[in-house]
């Protein structure tokens, strides 16, 4: 199932705080982040819990709210 978050990661800096975290969880070429988007949309390509998703990027710092 793919998953989509609104989150305020909003430069290549807070990709790089991410990018381990969410490597990790989802596995690296499974996500990528809209920095163009004025909600800054996380897209997560293959999930099975968004709960993990939205608590792996919270702990690093910032915020998710899931919205697809």
């Keep these: 199932m793919e998953a989509k978050f609104k989150t ?6 807070c ?3 991410v990018t381990p975290v969410l490597n990790e ?8 982040v809209d ?3 004025p909600d800054k949309i996380l897209t997560v390509k293959k ?3 968004k709960s993990e998703v939205r ?8 915020k998710a709210i899931d919205i697809a």
């Design 8 to 13: 305020n990661i909003k430069c290549s800096g």
């Design 15 to 17: 990709i790089a705080t």
């Design 25 to 32: 969880l989802v596995g690296p070429d499974n996500w990528q």
């Design 35 to 37: 920095l163009q988007s």
């Design 47 to 49: 999930v099975e819990d």
């Design 55 to 62: 608590n792996a990027i919270e702990k690093a710092g910032f």
